[in-house]
């Protein structure tokens, strides 16, 4: 079986330790390129039945970074070609923005090293139409963050009690106005906190949280704030 191509997020990965790793060091008995093989076995990406003998062994990570040096105009020697368009599209996009890139990545393995996280995004399902610069990993914290029922709860009580009812934040659609009896106490939670401040660690606040109805929801998902999105919906 083959395995499966790489993720924005395993790119992010490699294309970091591409950065810190002196261009005769990227082979596969470095102990940064086995850490990483390790680390990208732990992903809650690819299906765990995807994942065969040799998904993402040393042998792929050193292809990889060789793949990078194909790519970089920058590197003097030759590389190995066969790399995907999104090889390039994410090395284009943090060329000189190391910081930017190592933030991302130190932000993924912070998440991954927490176990009893990572196990619950590995549940966390996936979505087709995500836009997510910081990857699929993070995204899913998000996810995660969001389907905790007691905060949740907490936050629909606490604007009830002060609203007298449960309307979107956006757009100010009321579930039980238009569904009646079935609309009752329904609404969803979105998660404020920008993805590039979530981490393993933090707990969620009822101040992290927007009420906002599925369709706004959505929206919010394609990367716009909420903010931005009151200004744009008509
Ligand atoms: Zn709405
Ligand atoms: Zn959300």
Redesign the pocket.
Request: no cysteine; charged share 25%; net charge negative.
């Given at each position: 079986m083959k395995s499966p191509s790489w993720h924005r997020d395993e790119i992010i990965l490699a294309l970091d330790l591409y950065r810190t790793l002196d261009s005769k060091d990227m082979t596969k008995n470095n102990p940064k390129v086995i850490e990483l093989s390790e680390l990208l076995n732990e992903l809650p990406i690819h299906e765990r039945n995807m994942q065969n003998e040799k998904f993402r062994n040393t042998n792929g990570v050193q292809l990889k970074l060789s793949n990078f040096k194909y790519i970089d105009p920058d590197f003097a020697g030759k590389g190995m070609s066969g790399c995907s368009n999104q090889d390039k599209e994410v090395f284009f996009e943090f060329m000189g923005k190391d910081e930017e890139l190592h933030a991302i990545a130190s932000q993924i393995k912070l998440v991954i090293s927490n176990k009893d996280i990572n196990c619950k995004l590995n549940k966390i399902e996936d979505e087709e139409d995500y836009s997510a610069k910081e990857g699929k990993v993070i995204y899913k914290l998000?996810?995660l963050r969001?389907r905790d029922r007691k905060i949740n709860n907490k936050k629909k009580t606490q604007y009830f009690e002060k609203y007298g009812k449960l309307d979107c934040e956006v757009c100010g659609f009321d579930f039980q106005k238009s569904y009646g009896d079935l609309g009752i106490g329904f609404i969803?939670?979105?998660?404020r906190v920008p993805l590039s401040e979530l981490n393993g660690e933090k707990t969620t606040k009822l101040n992290d949280l927007a009420l906002?109805c599925s369709n706004c929801?959505r929206m919010?998902?394609r990367s716009v704030s909420i903010d931005e999105l009151k200004k744009q919906i008509k």
């Open positions: 998000h996810k969001e969803e939670a979105h998660h906002v929801h919010l998902h």
